[in-house]
């Protein structure tokens, strides 16, 4: 088995890079409670503790598609590790600051992830690159059914899955993709059109959930109704409305191309030359620059690099740029780190 440092070291399976544009990544993610025991908010330490070791027991030589399953107590981490488990979507901010008896249970790629007494007793989580929601279903289903084969959850046949948010009663599902809507920001089309998708059951928020900005033009569209929609309706459903999402930025790409082609090469190849050349650097500027950078990848005016754009856009955040040399850095150091980090990619001649 891998050490805890080679797994957090690793880029997330979600990560890597996908062919089709636009939509960068999927989460699906499942909501459950132990049967018979307050919901984690109103715990006390001791049944915390109570509610942690049965899950514990439940995943001991679990494997998930020939992946062994890694627990880890929230309480043996150090601060900088949770900041990576965090920039890499594997547990949530909110959850990083939470006390005893709380854990994450990772596959080793990192394609699971289980928040162990976040706001629900189990957040069963499944990452994948690219529009693969149905897929991860299908994974996300089969850690549901082993956990209902060896734990009494929380289920009324009138309502469903009982959860601690009543937004999540029902089915406990909620779906989420990860898109790349440049095109739609630069054109002002942006506002319209996720201000269309509230009256559709949908939200939408920033990179790393509610409350957070949408750097790097990146958003975060996931399903709200839970209660009263079958899993599969809630899947067909998102997937109709994504495609639709798709269609908008791929023609707001068109109009670009047609109307401004010369100002938006001049901008594509403006941030390559930064991401090439850059001697500091922060995180909201190279969101902009790799987003761009993108954009022109995308439209045929720049070659392509690898590593892909989510994985340089995660790996230069604070915590994972601070992880990989293992030192702590002030912000004036973290700006040259990251420049230096990116540079070395961009400044390939092969590309």
Not at 10 to 34: G, H, K
Request: aromatic share 6%.
């Amino acid at each position: 088995m891998m050490s805890f440092s080679a797994i957090l070291s690793r880029d997330s399976y979600w990560m890597q890079d996908v062919d089709l544009p636009i939509v960068l990544s999927t989460r699906v993610r499942l909501a459950r409670n132990l049967s018979g025991i307050a919901f984690p908010h109103a715990l006390t330490e001791e049944e915390a503790v109570k509610a942690e070791e049965r899950i514990v027991n439940c995943l001991r030589d679990f494997e998930i598609e020939g992946e062994k399953i890694v627990y880890l107590p929230l309480s043996k981490l150090s601060s900088l590790e949770k900041k990576v488990l965090v920039e890499k979507h594997l547990i949530s901010p909110i959850f990083s600051e939470a006390g005893k008896a709380r854990g994450v249970a990772l596959s080793e790629s990192h394609k699971v992830s289980i928040m162990v007494n976040e706001e629900d007793h189990l957040r069963i989580q499944v990452l994948m690159p690219g529009n693969s929601l149905e897929e991860a279903l299908q994974l996300a289903g089969k850690i549901d059914d082993h956990f209902d084969s060896c734990l009494d959850l929380a289920y009324k046949e009138k309502f469903g899955y009982l959860t601690s948010c009543p937004t999540n009663v029902g089915t406990g599902l909620r779906l989420s993709v990860m898109v790349h809507l440049p095109a739609l920001a630069l054109t002002n089309q942006i506002q319209q059109v996720l201000a269309a998708l509230s009256p559709l059951g949908l939200a939408v928020r920033g990179l790393y959930g509610e409350g957070s900005r949408a750097y790097g033009n990146i958003f975060q569209v996931s399903n709200q109704i839970t209660l009263g929609k079958s899993e599969e309706d809630t899947l067909a459903h998102l997937e109709a409305v994504i495609k639709q999402l798709v269609e908008h930025e791929m023609n707001a790409r068109e109009i670009l191309k047609k109307q401004t082609q010369l100002i938006i090469e001049d901008k594509v190849w403006r941030a390559r030359g930064t991401l090439e050349n850059a001697r500091l650097l922060t995180s909201e500027e190279t969101f902009t620059l790799l987003s761009e950078d993108r954009l022109g990848i995308d439209l045929k005016v720049l070659p392509k690099v690898s590593p892909g754009f989510v994985s340089l856009l995660i790996n230069s955040l604070p915590g994972c740029l601070q992880y990989q040399i293992k030192n702590s850095l002030d912000e004036q150091a973290l700006n040259v780190v990251r420049a230096n980090f990116l540079r070395q990619y961009y400044s390939r001649k092969d590309g």
